[in-house]
Nanobody, 124 residues
Framework: QVQLVESGGGWVQAGGSLRLSCAASGRTFSRPMGWFRQAPGKEREFVAAVSWSGGTTDYLDSVKGRFTISRDNAKNSMVLQMNSLKPEDTAVYYC??????????????????WGQGTQVTVSS
């Protein structure tokens, strides 16, 4: 059984930092892995993605320079380091694994495996 489990969410004041982790089990992912988020009343949106090698990354414009995505294939895990957090970053954050090529990394439809989500709340 394939599982993705997120951890590290919580409450933080604006300007603070959080580190989200995603641990995968049941299989390894040789294609992109990504982070998405969903705020109340909004659609789930792409946040960041990392290639299998870790050498290529992509970010939502509003998080560029503040968030860093990385993965450790030996540990079958992924991390999203979030700095300079803003109230608009408040959402449930999901990690996801894809079997599709890099070009499709920003679409939720490209990811077949999802974690249960972890809440991130940023207060002003």
């Amino acid at each position: 059984q394939v599982q993705l489990v997120e951890s590290g969410g919580g409450w933080v004041q604006a300007g603070g930092s959080l580190r989200l982790s995603c641990a995968a089990s049941g299989r390894t992912f040789s294609r992109p892995m990504g982070w998405f988020r969903q705020a109340p009343g909004k659609e789930r949106e792409f946040v960041a993605a990392v290639s299998w090698s870790g050498g290529t990354t992509d970010y939502l414009d509003s998080v560029k320079g503040r968030f860093t995505i990385s993965r450790d294939n030996a540990k079958n895990s992924m991390v999203l380091q979030m700095n300079s957090l803003k109230p608009e970053d408040t959402a449930v954050y999901y990690c996801a694994g894809s079997d599709r090529p890099w070009v499709a990394r920003r679409s939720t439809d490209s990811y077949d495996y999802w974690g249960q989500g972890t809440q991130v709340t940023v207060s002003s």
